[in-house]
């Protein structure tokens, strides 16, 4: 056995695990509208399940319906009438041999204050309503269809702040930065209130056949809330001193051991540092000193079988849920800091995505149990493919944050998450059974980059002959430039992963090729699928063909080398900002462009926060509202795009970063020729990687 700690049964409290290995909690936005699991829930946990996971942690789980729901489509245990569907869920998860604690959580000011009307009233409606989910599945899929076109964010959510929804509740009336929210601190009666809430939740867990129980008392949510003295300046008994802003949760603790009995596992998932100091904000909120403290304080009650040591809160949200930049296993010094001062297994979560790091961080006695999130939704079978030593099959999570982005996005409509790496993520019940019937029919396959080696793999794997042509010298398309900024080389890994599954299931591929019309008819193809990508964008505005004029490509493959120089960066998408990143580091003076009144416009928040932390540090300058208008030798005329007033800027280069366009005249032309012809990825539309994995995937398995 290659990985033998990973793969040595575990015990927490008297509950013993198959192996190391955790999926960690992760709201999906698969449940069913009316707080059960939905077969599709179900079969995405049971996936993993049959894959080897030795414990799953579900979803964080509502215990409260009124200030409690966090989302549309989330688990709860709010009744008792609850409690049958939960177990059924369990049982199906148990057949496959994994091990099952429930999530119970609240989520204080962090709480969506619409849902707070929303929730009571879905639950009458279902109790009234046989047909209740289908309805709200029918009606939810209707208005996300009038609603597909309005970006859901975080802006929207705050903007709720102006409207009349009820105030979100927390230990003290300090509203999240995250939202800005109307926030009013709890009463006591409702503190006690909660705190039975929280125990009864678990008393339900127990009685669904549930293995154990989780308290969520992390990432900026309601328990969080009150242990960190930033957002509890309570004067009662529940604010002041450490004891008192534990209160909340060691009553809940005592509750839950209270009803459900001594030899129920109750664990704690527990940020042992907000990280404020990052932000500016020494010495404030929770910093490791106290979080092991409160760790160790909540050890001697002897109540509580195991830690889930986790970090950050919503304020500091790159803490919690990691971008590209954070490395595997960084939390290594907090999780030991809590393991040196408790008695019981550490589970936690440290950027793990391979099974050598698991095993390293076993071996090297950093944790007891290796638990990670995005591993299981990029991979459902991870465990297993290291359990028969085949790790290089692992499609590795490559921290795009595309999951939690489509939550936000897609869940208030109803719609589920998405995954860059894995297009079959909560779609298990549908892509359930393989479709092995190419009878080795040829599928032509051009350009090698995500969508085209996406397509390629998934006909492989349907027994279709593939042939895949690639223009250039290697595969990878716009990956092999999109990890060439700092920080980014986790996109290799997806290079990588791809083109490994397209060489080990057959396909065969084709480099330095551009096959005409003629030469693809001459493969007699069944399909032919485009993936022949994008070119940039190049505006047709004067001076624009100097030779101190390029294009981002040409930066990032290296065909220019720029030092020294002040760089204007045209467009400030995430592209724009990290190649400007590269040419800050690379010695130049950087100035970037934007025609929109904001750096980042269609930027995810966090994959934005993470780039300008490192990016604002070159001190780059930032000029919003202009367009570039003309280019001259040593300097630029920019434009504001509401007065028309003039500028001119000193630049020695300008970079052009303002987007792409699709390639696709080979399409054109096949379509004319040839009966099933479809263009995939950027030749179809611009789009990211997880539009060009889904896309390649989709047509691919729909041929
Ligand atoms: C889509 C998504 C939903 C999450 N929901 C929860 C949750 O319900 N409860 C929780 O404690 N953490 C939640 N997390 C955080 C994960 O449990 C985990 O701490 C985080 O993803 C970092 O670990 P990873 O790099 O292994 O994914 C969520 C993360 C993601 C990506
Ligand atoms: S979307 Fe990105 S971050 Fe999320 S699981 Fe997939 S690869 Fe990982």
Same mark, same amino acid.
């Given at each position: ?79 008792? &009438? ?19 604690? #429930? ?9 969506? !204050? ?42 929207? $959510? ?54 154990? $129980? ?13 242990? !960190? ?27 839950? +051991? ?7 596992? %109750?664990?704690? @998932? ?8 990052? *932000? ?63 008695? %019981? ?24 149990? %290796? ?27 490559? !921290?795009?944050? @595309? ?15 998405? #995954? ?6 909560? @779609? ?53 430039? =999109? ?43 069944? =399909? ?82 993470? %780039? ?9 300058? *930032? ?20 007065? #028309? +007033? ?14 792409? #366009? ?13 009966? &099933?012809? *479809?263009?995939?990825?950027?030749? +179809? ?5 997880? !539009? ?12």
């Amino acid at each position: 056995m290659k990985y033998p700690h990973l793969f040595s049964e575990g015990k927490i409290g008297n509950v013993t695990i198959r192996n190391r290995t955790v999926m960690a909690p992760m709201i999906s936005g698969l449940a069913n509208f009316d707080g059960t699991p939905s077969e599709q829930l179900i079969r995405y946990y049971e996936e993993r399940a049959k894959n080897g996971l030795g414990l799953l942690i579900t979803e964080a789980t509502r215990i409260n319906n009124f200030y409690g729901a966090f989302m549309p489509r989330q688990l709860s245990l709010t009744h008792d &009438r609850l409690i049958g569907p939960f177990g059924k869920m369990v049982d199906r998860v148990h057949a496959h041999g994994t091990k099952v604690f #429930c999530q119970i959580h609240h989520p204080g000011r962090q709480a969506i !204050s619409i849902l707070a009307l929303m929730a009571p009233f879905l639950e009458l409606m279902n109790r009234t309503n046989p047909f209740y989910n289908e309805m709200m599945e029918f009606g939810f899929e209707i208005m996300g269809k009038m609603m597909s076109r309005v970006d859901f964010n975080i802006d929207m $959510v705050s903007a709720l702040k102006l409207s009349r929804f009820p105030a979100v509740v927390a230990p003290s009336n300090v509203p999240s930065k995250h939202y800005f929210q109307r926030t009013r601190a709890l009463r006591r009666f409702e503190i006690k209130r909660l705190e039975k809430q929280f125990i009864a939740a678990a008393k339900r867990v127990q009685l669904s056949g549930a293995d154990g $129980v989780q308290v969520h008392s992390s990432h900026g949510y309601l328990i969080q809330e009150f242990l !960190s003295n930033l957002t509890n300046r309570r004067k009662d008994e529940y604010g002041g001193d450490l004891d008192n802003r534990m209160r909340f949760l060691v009553n809940i603790i005592k509750g839950i +051991r209270r009803e459900c009995g001594p030899d129920f596992p %109750v664990t704690v @998932r527990l940020t042992v540092d907000e990280f404020f100091r990052r *932000y500016g904000m020494p010495h404030q909120g929770i910093e490791l000193e106290e979080g092991v403290e409160i760790a160790r304080r909540l050890d001697q009650l002897g109540m509580i079988d195991a830690f889930d040591v986790s970090t950050g809160t919503y304020d500091t949200f790159n803490y919690w849920l990691e971008p590209a930049s954070f490395e595997p296993g960084w939390r290594k010094n907090l999780v030991e800091g809590v393991k040196k001062v408790v008695s %019981v297994p550490i589970i936690a979560v440290n950027v793990i995505r391979t099974p050598g790091q698991a095993e390293q961080q076993l071996a090297d006695g950093t944790q007891d149990f %290796v638990s990670t999130g995005r591993q299981f939704l990029a991979d459902p079978a991870w465990v297993a493919k290291a359990g028969r030593d085949a790790p290089e099959e692992i499609s590795r999570c490559i !921290s795009c944050l @595309r999951c939690i982005e489509s939550l936000y996005q897609n869940s208030i409509r109803g719609g589920i998450m998405e #995954c860059s790496v894995n297009p079959k993520l909560g @779609r298990e019940r549908e892509t359930a059974k393989p479709r092995v019937n190419g009878a080795g029919r040829t599928v032509v396959v051009i350009g090698g980059g995500p969508a085209g080696m996406k397509a390629a793999d998934t006909a492989a794997i349907r027994g279709f002959k593939v042939v895949l042509f690639e223009r250039s010298g290697a595969m990878g398309g716009q990956l092999k430039i =999109a990890q060439v900024p700092p920080k980014k080389d986790k996109i290799d890994w997806c290079l990588e992963d791809l083109e490994s599954a397209d060489r080990r299931d057959g396909v065969e591929i084709r480099l330095n090729s551009s096959p005409s019309v003629a030469d693809i008819k001459a493969l007699d193809p069944y =399909a032919v699928i485009v993936a022949t990508g994008a070119n940039p964008i190049v505006p047709n505005i004067p001076g624009v063909n100097g030779k101190n004029v390029y294009t981002i490509n040409q930066v990032l493959e290296g065909a220019v080398k720029l030092k020294g120089k002040r760089v204007a960066v045209i467009g400030s998408g995430m592209t724009g900002l990290e190649t400007a990143e590269k040419l800050a580091e690379d010695g130049n003076e950087i100035m970037i462009i934007e025609m929109l009144d904001k750096i980042g416009p269609d930027a995810f928040d966090q994959n934005l926060a993470d %780039v300008r932390s490192r990016l604002d540090k070159h001190k780059p300058e *930032y000029i919003t509202s202009f367009r570039l208008i003309e280019i001259g030798d040593g300097e630029i005329t920019l434009e504001h795009t509401g007065s #028309c +007033r003039q500028i001119h800027e000193k630049a020695d280069a300008v970079v052009l970063s303002v987007g792409v #366009c699709s390639e696709n005249v080979l399409f054109g032309k096949l379509k004319s020729e040839l009966e &099933r012809v *479809y263009a995939v990825g950027d030749a +179809r539309r611009i789009g990211r990687i997880y !539009s060009a994995v889904r896309e390649g995937f989709d047509t691919a398995w729909n041929l």
